[in-house]
């Protein structure tokens, strides 16, 4: 049974910094694509960012680049997210993703994704 369980969302204010993990189990990590999507209230889930299998390739939606960096060790099935700068429009239960897909900008939709996290819950305060 594959697992994601985030971790490390909490309340900070307005340009302080987070680091979200994202533990996996129940697959072989090394051979996914990770990402990071966040969900506001009435808002659709939005991508964040997205890593390939090695971590040498990534993406970044454009309101997070130079703030928001993704990372992963593959020895320890985990997915990293750091969150520098950050805003009150960051706020959002982030959620991260599994995906079996060669990776292209499809990794930045939805779609593109086999397995979720149950979320996180970040609060920015202005």
């Known amino acids: 049974q594959v697992q994601l369980v985030e971790s490390g969302g909490g309340l900070v204010q307005a340009g302080g910094s987070l680091r979200l993990s994202c533990a996996a189990s129940g697959l072989t990590f090394s051979t996914y694509a990770m990402g990071w999507f966040r969900q506001a209230p009435g808002n659709e889930r939005e991508s964040v960012a997205a890593?390939?299998?090695?971590?040498?390739?990534?993406y970044y939606a454009d309101s997070v680049k130079g703030r928001f960096t993704i990372s992963r060790d593959n020895a320890k099935n985990t997915v990293y997210l750091q969150m520098n700068s950050l805003k009150s429009e960051d706020t959002a239960v982030y959620y991260c993703?599994?995906?079996?897909?060669?990776?292209?900008?499809?990794?930045?939709?939805?779609?593109?994704?086999?397995?979720w996290g149950q979320g996180t819950q970040v609060t920015v305060s202005s």
């Open positions: 890593i390939n299998w090695s971590g040498a390739s990534t």
């Open positions: 993703a599994a995906s079996g897909q060669p990776f292209t900008n499809r990794v930045l939709t939805t779609t593109a994704y086999y397995y």
